[in-house]
């Protein structure tokens, strides 16, 4: 009677799962999106990671140790997720410094004010990069254009560094870019000759450019290939479920196929939406992001078509031509809601037919 046992609460059954094990998949499956950047973008795409990641890294030590007075835990790889993530989701020319104040309001803001990993409300990833956005909008949309054309050792070498006159010329419009200000062009313009389907023919690459990467925009977001290779690795890994991304592509392809019927000279196809923008980074590796998403799947269902379709509303009657980033944070804030709604069932409960 001396030795007791302790019993947790339920459930007693333990998937092999750990906070580790699944950041670590996140952090494989975004390589093939990173490798392609480095391709595209040189040098440049390298120093943005290990600046965003170490900076990351580094304000939630600070914080944890000498605010918060906890162990630092920073073997669990989120904060290096939250990182990688920051840096896919700006210019790989951006000032350092307006990196590092986007990483340590990443940390600082979007996860640890709320008690660290667990507790944020929003992801932290994009809680920076709005901030950045907001706060620095012409760094922030001051794309550059991919190296591969005049690919060479010294461009790549000495990317960012410069003098402003010449790096004009290696910035550019991302697609979403130069359709939605096309088309307010055309909208302006009475009488005008030239169509979308012009801008679409000669002013954004081809599909399969956009497929494999050639094109202006932050660096995680240019490769559709390469972020579809990291969706089947999450699938496979059982990281993720279908769920989320599934109803955010297919609701951005309905609404967006529905718009290009109606009148396919203001409103571009729904494979171009599909392929641009930062659409399957957010819908792959932020939207699923376990903490700011709903624990049910009827719930990630409504969560997911809730995204897309703010993503299209924001890209088409918006002033922004991306709306990834405002609608994964504007689902964020509705999911307590949905989580009261739609309640995942109880462990143990018996449902219908038996299962």
Not at 6 to 14: A, D, K, M, R
Not at 135 to 162: A, I
Not at 172 to 179: D, R
Request: hydrophobic share 50%; proline share 6%.
């Amino acid at each position: 009677m001396s030795k007791l046992f302790t019993v947790s609460p339920s459930p007693h059954v333990h998937s092999g799962n750990s906070v580790e094990r699944l950041m670590y998949d996140v952090l494989l499956a975004l390589m093939p999106a990173f490798f392609v950047s480095v391709w595209f973008f040189g040098l440049g795409a390298l120093y943005v990671t290990v600046v965003s990641v170490l900076c990351c890294m580094l304000a939630e030590y600070v914080i944890s140790k000498h605010l918060l007075k906890q162990e630092p835990a920073l073997r669990d790889g989120s904060a290096a997720v939250t990182g990688l993530l920051l840096a896919f989701n700006v210019p790989t020319n951006l000032p350092v410094w307006i990196l590092i104040l986007g990483a340590v309001t990443a940390i600082g803001v979007g996860k640890m004010t709320f008690g660290g990993l667990g507790n944020n409300p929003f992801n932290p990833a994009l809680t920076g990069r709005v901030f950045m956005l907001i706060s620095f909008p012409v760094q922030m949309t001051s794309w550059p254009k991919p190296l591969v054309s005049r690919w060479n050792l010294e461009t790549v070498l000495n990317f960012g560094k410069y003098p402003a006159e010449y790096v004009d010329s290696f910035t550019g419009a991302t697609p979403l870019g130069v359709v939605k200000e096309g088309v307010k062009a055309l909208d302006a313009a009475s009488g005008a000759t030239r169509t979308l389907s012009d801008m679409l023919t000669y002013d954004v690459p081809s599909t399969f450019d956009l497929l494999i990467g050639k094109s202006g925009g932050s660096m995680g977001e240019i490769s559709a290939v390469a972020l579809l290779l990291g969706l089947v690795y999450l699938l496979v890994r059982k990281v993720i479920t279908w769920h989320i991304p599934v109803s955010i592509l297919l609701t951005t392809a309905i609404f967006t196929g529905i718009l290009w019927r109606i009148n396919p000279e203001a409103n571009a196809s729904p494979v171009f939406h599909l392929l641009t923008g930062g659409l399957l980074l957010g819908a792959v590796f932020m939207a699923t992001d376990y903490v700011t998403s709903p624990m049910s799947r009827a719930g990630m269902l409504v969560y997911g078509v809730g995204i897309g379709a703010i993503t299209v509303i924001i890209r088409v009657f918006g002033a922004y031509p991306e709306g990834m980033s405002f609608a994964i944070l504007i689902m964020n804030a509705f999911v307590p809601l949905i989580n009261i709604y739609l309640k995942p069932a109880r462990f143990g409960k018996e449902v219908k037919n038996g299962r």
